[in-house]
Structure formats: C-alpha cells, structure tokens
C-alpha cells in the first residue's frame, strides 16, 4: 500500500508540464499552455497596453484594475513603452512569478532609428544605399534597446509615399519599391538577426498596409488606391519584409477599398496570412481597433473587436476591445476558440522563441545595458551613417568642400546650435544632450576660431532685421558662408503633416540678405523631408541636403563640408518645384498626352506655371567629383521569357578625387495589358572608383524584373518592347531598346 501511494505520489510530483519544459519542442509547448488557458488568459494575450510615455490618444480605463493587477490576472500579454533592464525586470517579475501560469510578456518600444545613438531617420539613411550599413545601422540599435529589456521593436516602417507633407515620411523608405523592398529586408535583419541571441529584437513590418497614401498627405486621413497599385507600388516592401522573416506586422489606420485595415479581411488574411503565408502575429497600431468605430465600419468596441479578429487581425495595442469583448463574442459562437488559439499559438511561440519562458529577464541585465549604450563604437556607425545620408544637390564652382585651413567659414542658423534639432520626434531613448550639433561638428573639427556664428532666424524660422544685420556682419569677415535653413526636426513624425513643405520666409529673407554679400553660400537643409527648394535654388551655391542625421548629425556634416568624406547619397524621393505638383514622382504613367519635349502646341498634360519635372528627381546626387557613363550593352535586343539579359555599362570617374557612384538601371514596359511606368528601378550598384579609374559593370535580369501584377496580384511577365536605361539618376541616363518574345 505505501508503494502503491509512494509512486502514486512521485507521479504526481514529476509530471511533466510541457510548457515548461526548455527541452521540448517549441509546439508542443504551445498546445500544452493553451490547453490550460482560460478565454480571459487567451484575450489576455491578445492585450497590449501602454505603459509609458503616449504616442496615441489614451483609450478609456475607467473601473478597470490597475496595470500591474491585470498582468498578474493573466490580462496582458505585452507592454509598449515599458523602458530600462531595471523597470521591464520588475513588470516582467508580476508576469512571471505572480500570474496564474506565469507566461512572460513581451515588451514593444518604437525604436525607429537607433534607441540612445541615434542613427539618421530612416529616409535619410535610405539615401546612402547601402543596405550593408543600414542593416548595421539597426543591429546597433536592437543591441542597445535589447539591452534596457525591449525585445519587439515597431519598425521597419516599409510605407511608400509620394507626399513629403506627410510628416512620416521620414520613416520610410522612399518612393520606389524595388529599393525600399531591399531596404526593409535588410531593417529586418539587422534588427532581428536569427532572434536567437540576446542582441537581437523582433521587428514589426509596419503599417500594412498602404498608409503612406493619406489623401493630401494630411495625417490619418483617407486612403483610396486601386488594387493595381495597391500589388505593383504599396505591397512589395512589406512582403520583402515578412519575406525576410519579420516576426510581426502592424495593421495601419487607414482604410483600403473603405475597409479599415485592421479590420480588412482582404488586406490581412486574404493576402498577408493566406497568400504570403505569413507565420508571425499581427499587431493593432494604436487603437485602429476601436478607432474603426470612428472610421464608420464598426458599430460599438464589442463591434470592433468582433471585426478585427475576423479579418485575421490578433493583438490590440491599446484600445482594450479584444480584452473587454472575446470572452463574450466567443461564447455568443461569434468567433470560435479555434480562431483564438491561432492567434495566441503565435504569440506564444515567439515568447518561446525568444526564450522568455525559459529566462524571463534575459533582456533586462543592468550591467549589459550601461556597457551597450552610447559606446564609441555605436557612435562610430551612426557617423558613418549620417555622412552618407547627406544628399549634395548643388555645388557650382566647387564652392565645396572647404579644404583650404586658412579660410574662415561664417555658420549661420538657429538650428544649427540646437541640439534638440538634431533630433525628430521618434528618438527612442535618446538625449538631446548627447547630439553633436552642426556648429559642434565644425568647431570639433576646424576649431572655434574658423567660425563666425548667427542666429539668423528663430526656433521658427521667422527672423528680425536685427538678427539679419548680425548674420551679415558675421558673414562678412568670412570666405564661405554655410547657412543652416530647413525646419525644426521637431516637425518630422507622426501627427507632423504641413500643408506647406517649404522653405520658412524669415530664413529666404536671410539667404537674400546673406547673397548680396557676394561670398558663397552654402544651404545645409536639414528637415525630415523634402522641402521645396525652388525659392532658394538660385540664391547659393551649394546645397547639401542634412535631413535629419541624429547623434553625430555636426561631426557627419563636417566631413562632407570640409572633404574628409565625399558625398556619395542619392536622394529616394523627388524634390517637388512647388507644393502644387505633389505628389510627384519618378515612376510615373505616361498619360494619354505626356508632357513635349519641344514645348510646342498646347492640349498636353502639364502645368502652365511650372515643369512637370520636380527639381530633384529621384536617384540624384552630387560628389565631389564626377562620373561619366558610357557602352551600355545588352547581350541581345531580343529575348525569350525564360532568358536572362546581361546588361553592362562603363562608367569613369573624370574628376579628381576618389568617390563612390550610386549606378542605377530602371526599365520601362512600353506597352502591357495594365500601363506601365515611364521609368522602374530594377537594380543598382554602388561602387566605388578612385580618381581617373574607369570600371565595367554588369547587371543581370530576369523575367521576373520585366513581369508586373495584376489587380488580383498575380505576376504577369508579357511580350513586348521594353526599354532599358542606365545612369547616375532616374533623369539623366543611357538607353536601350529590347524585345521580350
Ligand atoms: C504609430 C505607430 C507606433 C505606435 C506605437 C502609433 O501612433 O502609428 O507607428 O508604432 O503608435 O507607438
């Protein structure tokens, strides 16, 4: 009888609980814990709350527990904005060791372009087109936010958009999908790695999708695109990006075909979870959930939660719907458990996967995260970054770089001592305190008494006679003067939108002033998006397009002003000429009437007032020295669909210095069964060539780089005159002509 109880009672104590078992397989862990989760801990981890600082409108929290009390019921499976090892180990001790079954919770933090060292926003860095330092770039930045216990960051934000009054556009990749397909690929990686060690993060493809679209570039607003555009413009950098392995995407705000997206069957299962086979979890943005009420597609929040989780959406990042109504909509047989338990399986299994279960705070170690913050070695990335993000649109005369030691440089502009400037609104955990500013980064360099500062114009870019008369008279003891105009970075992100993306008066007024000098002027604009430059072009010299280049934005700007480095960056969006052409674009249609070049006759498609063309196009950007393209050759004018074409061009650097070249090679499909665009990028190099050095190139493309979609998203490759072009920018290129038989 004592044996008998005796292995009755060693059963009982050994049995195994899978879940917990770091030896068994992922998925079998899985099953065992969502066999002893209730409803509630299954909406529970569908629940994802803000516990920091707001980046939405706070959702009502009236009579509910407070947040630590609902982790510990089992009611929150992450946290966003819980940041520091200290702070997410303590939250992630109520998870662990104080809830029913003691599942950790994942913390999400918008680590956009660097969490302490802040890299150059991101379209900035796109400019570089180097995909090996922007995957650099977010390495370092999921090195140090794993660090202070963050591991899911909400980027890469993979949104194409043609409207710089759009404030996030900073965030993005550009206006052309092929590159910002590579760009988000590589974001991924450099941010998740294998998502196997504790340097690396999950990355969250956001916002899917087509968000980048808002009418009018105003925020929030409506989206309307047509299913052609939606497969051949707006998709391939997220599927690039869940290609790549992103372990989750986010649902946008707006609305496609006037669904909203988070609750937009199409979008989200039809395309995302069933045709790409996307294994991750969805997350809401904030509040899209609830906020489909407002949009007018849902009727109540019961309503809300009830359609986002039909569409295939799962967490809900902080409207509370899903945690509020599941239980109840599942015991109506409104959504089946089966439905739940996927959603939750994929949670579960990254916080698997991450080996949360397993090590809880393995992100939250003290002593790791004062020894990954800010190191020289982050920073030393984040320089490189910054300097070959900067876009140099215009040097006549050769007015830079400024090599000569004996020559006194006027620095002129608010922004160009402000250090808060040197930031936009999404900087992670980054102090302003710790920014280089420009006249930091030149006095590092040229020491103080080469520089001769003014203000010039305020915070806002308004300006007095007073502050005017000081700037000229600065700039009158100096050789050179670098002006810093543009807007406050304070102005680029979320909620930024500007009917207005332009030059401020105060700082044209200034440069006026500043020309009848009659010394060089130099525009170093730095805003999170591409201003409209047609009233200052003639006004300088030079213009280096800054952006937004974070950290080390002076010690970069000094580099390329003084020649240490020599700009290599293209730009990834086009200049508009005036507010009035935007959107506009490289790869556009053709239209029925397109635009003569012999400006003859009338009854075209163009503006009477201005150029169709903007005043940057798209891949443009200067070096210091010069490039000449030459030979480009097909290895045939005709091919078969199943061929691949072998295209080869010359290039030369002319100039005297050693540079890098951005080489670039579009296509255009002249006639399809759906119209195609003027110009599409389709592969580019970057190389680099010593002064006088010429070197061939060669590309290769298959059918795949000729084919185009459809409206249902089928890829459709067709027979048919094509052209093949090849240069230094979207404008200014070689071309071929070629035949798919
Ligand atoms: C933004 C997202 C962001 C989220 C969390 C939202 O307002 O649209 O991009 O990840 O807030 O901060």
């Known amino acids: 009888m004592a044996i008998i109880s005796g292995s009755f009672a060693q059963t009982k104590t050994t049995e195994k609980i899978v879940y917990k078992d770091a030896k068994a397989p992922i998925d079998q862990r899985v099953s065992d814990l969502l066999k002893r989760m209730t409803i509630e801990e299954k909406a529970g981890q569908l629940n994802q709350l803000n516990g920091g600082l707001f980046t939405g409108p706070a959702a009502k929290d009236a009579g509910q527990k407070t947040k630590m009390q609902q982790l510990r019921d089992g009611k929150v499976g992450s946290f966003l904005n819980v940041l520091g090892a200290k702070e997410t180990k303590a939250v992630q001790k109520i998870a662990v060791e104080e809830s029913r079954l003691g599942i950790p919770v994942l913390f999400g933090f918008d680590v956009i372009h660097g969490y302490r060292t802040i890299f150059p926003i991101p379209l900035a860095e796109a400019c570089s087109w180097d995909l090996k330092q922007a995957e650099k770039n977010s390495a370092v930045a999921a090195k140090e936010a794993s660090s202070a216990g963050i591991n899911w960051t909400f980027a890469p934000m993979c949104d194409i958009t043609n409207d710089p009054r759009w ?4 965030e993005g990749i550009g206006e052309d999908p092929y590159y910002g397909s590579l760009l988000s690929a590589a974001r991924v990686k450099g941010l998740q790695g294998n998502l196997n060690d504790v340097e690396h993060i999950m990355a969250c493809v956001k916002h899917f999708a087509v968000y980048g679209a808002v009418e009018a570039g105003r925020e929030y607003n409506q989206v309307d695109v047509s299913r052609v555009m939606l497969w051949n413009k707006y998709l391939p950098p997220y599927k690039a990006a869940v290609d790549a392995g992103a372990a989750t995407v986010m649902n946008s705000f707006n609305v496609f075909e006037g669904v909203p997206a988070s609750g937009n069957k199409y979008l989200v299962h039809d395309i ?12 809401s943005d904030w509040s899209s959930f609830s906020e489909q009420i407002n949009h007018g597609y849902a009727a109540d929040r019961k309503d809300a939660a009830l359609k986002a ?23 109506e047989g409104k959504i089946t458990v089966a439905q739940v338990d996927k959603a939750v399986a994929r949670i579960l299994y990254y916080k698997f996967k991450l080996g949360l279960f397993d090590n809880p705070y393995k992100f939250s170690d003290e002593e790791r995260e004062n020894k990954t913050m800010f190191t020289d070695a982050n920073r030393t990335e984040a320089r490189n970054a910054a300097k070959s993000s900067i876009v140099l649109l215009k040097n006549t005369n050769n007015v830079l ?11 002129i502009g608010y922004y160009a001592k402000s250090k808060e400037d040197m930031f936009d609104f999404w900087i992670g955990n980054g ?11 030149l006095k590092n360099k040229l020491g103080e008494s080469a520089i001769n500062y003014a203000a010039g114009y305020n915070a806002d870019g308004t300006t007095n006679d007073d502050l005017i008369n000081a700037a000229v008279k600065s700039a009158y003891d100096a050789d050179v003067i670098l002006v810093n105009v543009g807007i406050s970075g304070k102005m680029a992100g979320e909620d930024r939108a500007l009917a207005n993306p332009v030059i401020p008066d105060g700082q044209i007024q200034l440069l006026k002033a500043l020309q009848k000098t009659g010394k060089p002027v130099v525009a170093l604009v730095t805003a999170g998006r591409p201003l409209i430059l047609t009233k200052i072009n003639d006004l300088v010299s030079s213009i280096a397009y800054c952006w937004i280049l974070g950290t080390e934005t002076g010690n970069a700007i000094a580099d390329v002003v003084t020649g240490a480095y020599n700009p290599s960056a293209k730009t990834v969006v086009s200049f508009p000429y005036a507010v009035g052409q935007i959107p506009v674009y490289y790869n556009h249609f053709n239209t029925n009437r397109p635009d003569p070049t012999d400006d003859a006759g009338n009854w075209f498609s163009r503006y009477r007032d201005i150029p169709n063309d903007p005043l940057y196009p798209f891949g443009f950007g200067l070096s210091y020295t010069t490039y000449k393209y030459s030979d480009l050759t097909l290895s045939s004018n005709t091919i078969a669909k199943t061929d691949k074409l072998n295209v080869k061009i010359t290039v030369s650097n002319t100039g005297k210095v050693d540079g890098e070249e951005v080489v670039q090679l579009y296509i255009r499909d ?10 599409e990028l389709k592969a580019f190099q970057k190389i680099a060539l010593k002064a006088g050095e010429t070197k061939e190139l060669s590309f290769t493309l298959t059918g795949k780089d000729l084919s ?3 409206a249902d998203g089928n890829a459709k490759l067709e027979a048919g005159a094509f052209k093949i072009f090849v240069g230094g920018n979207s404008k200014d290129v070689l071309e071929k002509d070629l035949t798919l038989k």
Do not use: C, H
């Not at 404030?167 to 900073?170: E, S, Y």
């Not at 809900?316 to 719907?321: A, I, L, T, Y």
């Not at 770089?401 to 620095?411: D, E, G, Q």
């Not at 302003?432 to 500013?437: I, P």
């Open 708 to 710: 185009f979609f459809d």
């Open 272 to 283: 995302l979870l069933k045709k790409w086979g996307f294994k991750g979890f969805l997350v």
């Open 431 to 441: 102090t302003a305190n710790d920014a280089v500013t420009i006249y930091d980064g």
């Open 167 to 170: 404030g996030r556009i900073m």
């Open 670 to 679: 002249i006639t399809a069964s759906i119209i195609r665009p003027v110009k």
């Open 401 to 411: 770089p400024i090599t000569s030691p004996t020559k006194r440089l006027a620095l």
């Open 309 to 331: 989780i039909q569409a295939g959406s799962m967490m809900d990042m902080e409207s509370k719907v899903v945690i509020d109504f599941l239980p109840q909509l599942v015991k």
